[in-house]
């Protein structure tokens, strides 16, 4: 069964990047699309992006501007960058396969000088 | 984007009581409809996908529906670990988007 694995910084100070990086165990990363998606504390869910195995990302209109997700088959990895981070950022940070329902357990990213 | 309009925020009914949630898509999704519980400090838990199809191991007591836009979640009796919240997702045009959550709590 496949499972899915966030890692990175629990906080980031206002106006610096967000990193994170999801590892996907049990199965191939290959010939699927893998997404990234945020709730922020006592709210619902968003879709932040996804990005195929092939390297073809697709960004919520929302964030566009400060996301970029990755793909590295070699490792089984995927990743996303979101720039200029504020409060609003603030969010426990989940990636996913949609398709297959799974996800990961998710990473509480604090935005905070 | 597609707006997903779900009903009711939140609701409390008893043990065994038949539950229903509801689900109305802005556009045609087509069966891109999947529904997840998600129990406090827990990540999702995909239940329902295309709709209607339970995921492996997932109790027969849920279940999904539609009527053109209108998507419904079912729980036929309530049981005291059904307590969770409750999001539905379209996957059918981008972005995603999903309901706005249905918070089921024991009366």
């Known amino acids: 069964q496949v499972q899915l694995q966030e890692s990175g910084p629990g906080q980031v100070k206002p106006s610096e990047t967000l990193s994170l990086t999801c590892t996907v165990s049990g199965g191939s990363i290959n010939n699927y699309y893998w997404s990234w998606i945020r709730q922020p504390p006592g709210k619902g869910l968003e879709w932040i992006g996804y990005?195929?195995?092939?390297?073809?990302?697709h960004y919520n209109p929302s964030l566009k501007s400060r996301v970029t997700i990755s793909v590295d088959t070699t490792k089984n990895q995927f990743s996303l960058m979101l720039t200029s981070v504020t409060t609003a950022d603030t969010a426990v940070y989940y990636c996913?396969?949609?398709?297959?329902?799974?996800w990961g357990q998710g990473t509480l990213v604090t935005v905070s000088s | 984007d597609i707006q997903m309009t779900q009903s009711p925020s939140s609701l409390s009914a008893s043990i065994g009581d038949r539950v229903t949630i509801t689900c109305q898509a802005s556009h045609d999704i087509g069966n891109f409809l999947q529904w997840y519980q998600q129990k406090s400090g827990k990540a999702p838990n995909l239940l329902i996908h295309?709709?209607?199809n339970l995921k492996r191991g997932v109790p027969s007591r849920f279940s999904g529906s539609r009527s053109g836009t209108d998507f419904t979640f079912t729980i036929s009796s309530l049981q005291p670990e059904d307590i969770a919240t409750y999001y539905c997702?379209?996957?059918?045009?981008?972005?995603?988007?999903f309901g706005q959550g249905t918070k089921v709590e024991i009366k």
């Open positions: 997702l379209q996957y059918d045009q981008l972005p995603y988007t």
């Open positions: 996913a396969r949609v398709g297959g329902g799974e």
């Open positions: 295309d709709v209607s």
């Open positions: 990005i195929h195995s092939s390297g073809t990302p």
